[in-house]
Protein backbone atom coordinates (compact mmCIF):
# COMPACT_ATOMS: atom_id res chain seq x y z
CA UNK A 1 0.00 0.00 0.00
CA UNK A 2 1.63 3.12 -0.82
CA UNK A 3 1.17 6.47 0.66
CA UNK A 4 -1.24 8.72 -0.21
CA UNK A 5 0.08 12.18 -2.08
CA UNK A 6 -0.06 15.13 -0.38
CA UNK A 7 2.00 18.68 -1.48
CA UNK A 8 5.17 18.94 0.29
CA UNK A 9 4.24 22.06 1.99
CA UNK A 10 1.59 24.92 1.85
CA UNK A 11 2.37 28.76 2.87
CA UNK A 12 -0.21 31.46 2.96
CA UNK A 13 -0.71 35.02 4.87
CA UNK A 14 -2.20 35.57 8.35
CA UNK A 15 -6.40 35.31 7.49
CA UNK A 16 -5.85 33.78 4.46
CA UNK A 17 -7.38 30.09 3.53
CA UNK A 18 -5.18 27.40 2.18
CA UNK A 19 -5.95 24.12 1.00
CA UNK A 20 -3.82 20.59 1.14
CA UNK A 21 -5.06 17.44 -1.27
CA UNK A 22 -4.52 13.95 -0.31
CA UNK A 23 -4.75 11.63 -3.42
CA UNK A 24 -5.58 8.29 -3.48
CA UNK A 25 -7.52 5.59 -5.42
CA UNK A 26 -10.69 3.79 -5.52
CA UNK A 27 -9.14 1.48 -2.66
CA UNK A 28 -8.62 4.20 -0.23
CA UNK A 29 -9.72 7.47 -0.29
CA UNK A 30 -11.95 6.96 -3.45
CA UNK A 31 -13.63 4.12 -2.03
CA UNK A 32 -14.64 4.53 1.73
CA UNK A 33 -15.97 7.47 3.64
CA UNK A 34 -12.97 7.22 6.06
CA UNK A 35 -10.73 9.91 5.65
CA UNK A 36 -9.44 11.31 8.72
CA UNK A 37 -6.81 14.50 8.29
CA UNK A 38 -4.18 14.91 11.99
CA UNK A 39 -2.30 17.94 12.74
CA UNK A 40 1.28 17.28 13.84
CA UNK A 41 3.31 20.21 15.74
CA UNK A 42 6.69 18.69 16.21
CA UNK A 43 7.41 16.93 19.66
CA UNK A 44 3.55 16.56 19.98
CA UNK A 45 1.40 13.92 19.65
CA UNK A 46 -0.99 13.93 16.05
CA UNK A 47 -4.46 15.37 16.45
CA UNK A 48 -7.41 14.40 14.87
CA UNK A 49 -8.90 17.13 12.93
CA UNK A 50 -11.38 16.13 10.35
CA UNK A 51 -12.54 12.56 10.51
CA UNK A 52 -15.13 10.78 7.83
CA UNK A 53 -14.23 12.80 5.48
CA UNK A 54 -15.79 16.33 6.77
CA UNK A 55 -16.53 15.66 10.14
CA UNK A 56 -14.75 17.76 13.00
CA UNK A 57 -14.52 16.21 16.52
CA UNK A 58 -15.93 18.81 19.57
CA UNK A 59 -13.12 21.15 20.33
CA UNK A 60 -11.75 22.12 16.78
CA UNK A 61 -11.58 25.03 15.33
CA UNK A 62 -14.33 25.13 12.59
CA UNK A 63 -11.78 27.12 10.41
CA UNK A 64 -10.46 23.45 9.28
CA UNK A 65 -13.08 22.11 7.13
CA UNK A 66 -12.73 18.40 4.93
CA UNK A 67 -14.02 17.78 1.39
CA UNK A 68 -13.89 14.74 -1.11
CA UNK A 69 -13.93 14.20 -4.92
CA UNK A 70 -13.47 10.73 -6.63
CA UNK A 71 -10.09 9.83 -5.22
CA UNK A 72 -8.80 13.23 -3.74
CA UNK A 73 -9.92 14.31 -0.32
CA UNK A 74 -9.02 18.23 0.64
CA UNK A 75 -8.41 19.93 3.84
CA UNK A 76 -9.14 23.92 3.89
CA UNK A 77 -7.75 25.94 6.66
CA UNK A 78 -9.36 29.48 5.98
CA UNK A 79 -8.47 32.34 8.56
CA UNK A 80 -4.77 31.75 8.55
CA UNK A 81 -3.18 31.70 11.77
CA UNK A 82 0.05 31.14 13.48
CA UNK A 83 -0.49 28.71 15.38
CA UNK A 84 -1.73 26.52 12.45
CA UNK A 85 1.68 26.16 11.40
CA UNK A 86 2.48 22.21 11.70
CA UNK A 87 2.58 19.40 9.39
CA UNK A 88 -0.92 17.83 8.11
CA UNK A 89 -1.16 14.27 7.35
CA UNK A 90 -4.64 12.55 5.65
CA UNK A 91 -5.23 9.08 6.05
CA UNK A 92 -7.53 6.45 4.67
CA UNK A 93 -9.15 3.27 5.77
CA UNK A 94 -8.40 1.06 2.92
CA UNK A 95 -9.27 -2.14 1.11
CA UNK A 96 -8.19 -5.70 3.32
CA UNK A 97 -9.36 -3.70 6.65
CA UNK A 98 -5.44 -1.62 6.80
CA UNK A 99 -5.05 2.22 7.17
CA UNK A 100 -2.67 4.30 5.10
CA UNK A 101 -1.30 7.60 6.20
CA UNK A 102 -0.62 10.79 3.61
CA UNK A 103 3.06 11.69 2.74
CA UNK A 104 2.54 15.12 5.30
CA UNK A 105 2.61 18.17 4.10
CA UNK A 106 3.83 21.30 6.04
CA UNK A 107 2.19 24.75 6.56
CA UNK A 108 3.71 27.49 7.32
CA UNK A 109 2.09 30.50 8.10
CA UNK A 110 3.66 33.97 6.28
CA UNK B 1 -10.52 10.67 31.17
CA UNK B 2 -8.80 8.57 28.77
CA UNK B 3 -5.03 7.61 28.62
CA UNK B 4 -2.82 5.64 26.52
CA UNK B 5 0.59 5.28 28.00
CA UNK B 6 3.45 3.46 26.90
CA UNK B 7 6.74 2.43 27.90
CA UNK B 8 9.70 0.29 27.03
CA UNK B 9 12.66 0.89 23.86
CA UNK B 10 15.33 2.90 24.11
CA UNK B 11 18.70 2.06 21.90
CA UNK B 12 19.07 -1.56 20.40
CA UNK B 13 21.56 -2.93 18.17
CA UNK B 14 20.27 -4.17 14.92
CA UNK B 15 18.91 -7.72 14.45
CA UNK B 16 17.71 -7.24 18.02
CA UNK B 17 14.25 -7.48 18.79
CA UNK B 18 12.09 -4.77 21.04
CA UNK B 19 8.91 -4.31 22.60
CA UNK B 20 6.89 -1.20 23.12
CA UNK B 21 3.86 -1.53 25.95
CA UNK B 22 0.31 0.83 25.52
CA UNK B 23 -1.52 0.73 28.64
CA UNK B 24 -4.98 1.83 28.35
CA UNK B 25 -7.03 4.14 30.78
CA UNK B 26 -10.34 6.01 31.55
CA UNK B 27 -12.62 3.62 29.33
CA UNK B 28 -13.39 0.50 27.93
CA UNK B 29 -10.54 -1.70 26.99
CA UNK B 30 -12.14 -4.28 24.66
CA UNK B 31 -14.26 -1.67 23.29
CA UNK B 32 -11.83 0.03 20.69
CA UNK B 33 -8.99 -1.22 18.50
CA UNK B 34 -5.89 -0.19 19.42
CA UNK B 35 -3.07 0.21 16.09
CA UNK B 36 0.80 0.99 16.24
CA UNK B 37 1.83 4.25 13.62
CA UNK B 38 5.35 5.02 13.40
CA UNK B 39 7.38 8.10 12.26
CA UNK B 40 10.88 8.29 11.45
CA UNK B 41 13.45 11.42 11.93
CA UNK B 42 12.49 13.50 8.88
CA UNK B 43 9.53 11.05 7.80
CA UNK B 44 5.89 11.22 8.26
CA UNK B 45 3.84 8.96 9.70
CA UNK B 46 3.24 5.13 8.91
CA UNK B 47 0.25 3.30 10.00
CA UNK B 48 1.77 -0.54 10.96
CA UNK B 49 -1.39 -2.86 11.97
CA UNK B 50 -4.18 -3.26 14.63
CA UNK B 51 -5.22 -5.18 17.04
CA UNK B 52 -9.21 -6.03 18.81
CA UNK B 53 -8.18 -6.17 22.03
CA UNK B 54 -12.01 -7.93 22.73
CA UNK B 55 -10.71 -10.86 20.33
CA UNK B 56 -6.96 -10.45 20.23
CA UNK B 57 -7.52 -9.92 16.09
CA UNK B 58 -4.58 -8.74 14.01
CA UNK B 59 -4.60 -6.90 10.99
CA UNK B 60 -0.67 -5.79 9.91
CA UNK B 61 0.62 -3.42 6.55
CA UNK B 62 2.01 -5.77 4.06
CA UNK B 63 5.83 -4.26 4.95
CA UNK B 64 5.35 -5.36 8.45
CA UNK B 65 4.15 -9.06 8.31
CA UNK B 66 6.64 -11.43 9.32
CA UNK B 67 8.41 -9.18 11.88
CA UNK B 68 5.99 -7.23 13.84
CA UNK B 69 3.61 -8.73 16.49
CA UNK B 70 0.81 -7.19 18.02
CA UNK B 71 -0.50 -8.74 21.72
CA UNK B 72 -2.81 -7.50 24.17
CA UNK B 73 -2.82 -8.69 27.99
CA UNK B 74 -6.82 -7.50 28.75
CA UNK B 75 -6.21 -8.13 32.92
CA UNK B 76 -3.96 -5.40 32.57
CA UNK B 77 -4.96 -3.45 29.87
CA UNK B 78 -2.48 -3.40 27.89
CA UNK B 79 -1.53 -3.57 24.24
CA UNK B 80 2.15 -5.24 22.93
CA UNK B 81 4.03 -4.48 19.80
CA UNK B 82 7.18 -6.34 18.86
CA UNK B 83 9.24 -5.67 16.20
CA UNK B 84 11.92 -8.12 15.37
CA UNK B 85 14.98 -8.07 13.35
CA UNK B 86 15.68 -4.35 13.70
CA UNK B 87 17.42 -2.33 11.65
CA UNK B 88 18.32 0.94 11.33
CA UNK B 89 15.69 2.31 9.38
CA UNK B 90 13.81 0.96 12.34
CA UNK B 91 15.03 3.78 13.93
CA UNK B 92 11.28 5.85 14.73
CA UNK B 93 9.07 7.18 17.17
CA UNK B 94 6.42 4.65 17.50
CA UNK B 95 2.56 5.32 18.68
CA UNK B 96 -0.07 3.38 20.15
CA UNK B 97 -3.75 5.35 18.91
CA UNK B 98 -7.09 4.50 20.03
CA UNK B 99 -9.64 4.17 17.26
CA UNK B 100 -13.18 4.92 17.26
CA UNK B 101 -15.67 2.84 16.40
CA UNK B 102 -17.77 4.89 14.11
CA UNK B 103 -15.76 7.16 12.35
CA UNK B 104 -12.50 4.63 12.54
CA UNK B 105 -10.25 7.79 13.03
CA UNK B 106 -7.59 7.69 15.96
CA UNK B 107 -9.03 9.99 18.55
CA UNK B 108 -6.27 9.01 21.71
CA UNK B 109 -2.79 8.57 21.23
CA UNK B 110 0.03 7.42 23.40
CA UNK B 111 2.72 9.95 24.05
CA UNK B 112 4.78 8.28 22.14
CA UNK B 113 8.45 6.17 22.43
CA UNK B 114 11.73 6.40 20.47
CA UNK B 115 13.44 3.59 19.29
CA UNK B 116 17.17 4.12 18.48
CA UNK B 117 18.83 1.10 16.51
CA UNK B 118 22.51 1.66 15.95
CA UNK B 119 25.27 -0.72 16.40
Not at chain 1, 27 to 43: E, F, I, L, M, T
Not at chain 1, 82 to 107: I, L, Q
Not at chain 2, 27 to 56: C, K, S
Not at chain 2, 72 to 77: A, E, L, M, V
Request: proline share 3%; net charge positive; hydrophobic share 30%.
Amino acid sequence: QSALTQPASVSGPLGQAITISCTGSSSDVGGYKYVSWYQHHPGKVPKVIIYEVTNRPSGVSNRFSGSKSGNTASLTISGLQAEDEADYYCSSFTTSSTYVFGTGTKVSVL
Amino acid sequence: QVQLVQSGAGVKKPGASVRVSCQASGYTFTDYYIHWVRQAPGQGLEWMGWINPNNGGTIYAQKFQGTFTISRDTSIRTVYMDLTRLKSDDTAVYYCARRTSSGRTFDFWGQGTLVTVSS
